[in-house]
């Protein structure tokens, strides 16, 4: 066994040694994953889909690859395991009511689709 000295990153934190403490940091870790799926340039939204938009069953949009979206998820798990603000909801809850018709939103089969 060898000392290598002053640790700065092990397994996605950065460490940074003081005096009167150790601050640990997942920045550069929260970069790469950015950078790793194509996210860099993305922006923080309320609602992450188009309102009313009418789904079909065959839309033309390309399916998701399995294994690169449960890399993503397990990725993002691993970021939250020691950051528990991120993980949870800051602001209070919110009820919303929803019906179970959308009067037809299937354009194809006239059936309803949101419930």
Same mark, same amino acid.
């Given at each position: 066994?060898?000392? *290598? ?10 460490? #940074?040694?003081?005096?009167? /403490?150790? %601050? $640990? ?31 079909? *069953? ?10 690169? #979206?449960?890399?993503?998820? /397990?990725? %993002? $798990? ?38």
């Amino acid at each position: 066994m060898s000392d *290598l000295g002053v640790m700065n990153y092990f397994l996605g934190m950065e460490i #940074y040694q003081f005096s009167h /403490g150790i %601050f $640990l940091s997942q920045k550069k870790y929260a970069v790469e994953l950015l950078k790793k799926f194509d996210m860099e340039k993305c922006n923080p939204v309320d609602t992450p889909m188009v309102y009313n938009q009418k789904f079909e *069953l065959e839309d033309g949009v390309a399916k998701i690859e399995v294994s690169t #979206y449960r890399s993503l998820i /397990g990725s %993002f $798990l691993y970021l939250c395991a020691s950051r528990h603000d991120i993980m949870f909801s800051q602001e209070e809850g919110k009820l919303m009511g929803y019906v179970d018709s959308d009067w037809a939103g299937s354009m194809k089969y006239s059936k309803s689709t949101s419930g």
